[in-house]
């Protein structure tokens, strides 16, 4: 059993900083991919970031310059940095992560957290 657990979100002004933390834990045999992915009310669920093992980065046309994707392989975390935010930022976070466990690779996801962007 994989759990990731986000934490980071809340409420923000504009023009604000946030960063959000997802720690993943369990029986792990190592992780690939890692990344973000926000659903705002009435839309659809779409990437924010995503990060390789090796460090490869991709973001959202929407977020690029503002946004920062990272992780430390030894904590198994990923972050993302969200500076310059506006109000169209507002939305659930989820981060993923892409798991080896001893059944195989295998998708897992985090509870999400709330980031509001808002005077």
């Known amino acids: 059993q994989v759990q990731l657990v986000e934490s980071g979100g809340g409420l923000v002004q504009p023009g604000g900083s946030l960063r959000l933390s997802c720690a993943a834990s369990?029986?792990?045999?190592?992780?690939?991919?890692m990344g973000w992915y926000r659903q705002a009310p009435g839309k659809q669920r779409e990437l924010v970031a995503g990060?390789?093992?090796?460090?490869?980065?991709n973001y959202a046309d929407s977020v690029k310059g503002r946004f920062t994707i990272s992780r430390d392989n030894a904590k198994n975390t990923v972050y993302l940095r969200m500076n310059s935010l506006k109000p169209e930022d507002t939305a659930v976070y989820y981060c993923?992560?892409?798991?080896?466990?001893?059944?195989?690779?295998?998708?897992?996801w985090g509870q999400g957290t709330q980031v509001t962007v808002s005077s």
């Open positions: 993923y992560s892409d798991v080896m466990v001893a059944e195989g690779l295998n998708d897992y």
């Open positions: 369990g029986s792990i045999f190592s992780i690939y991919a």
């Open positions: 990060i390789t093992s090796g460090g490869s980065t």
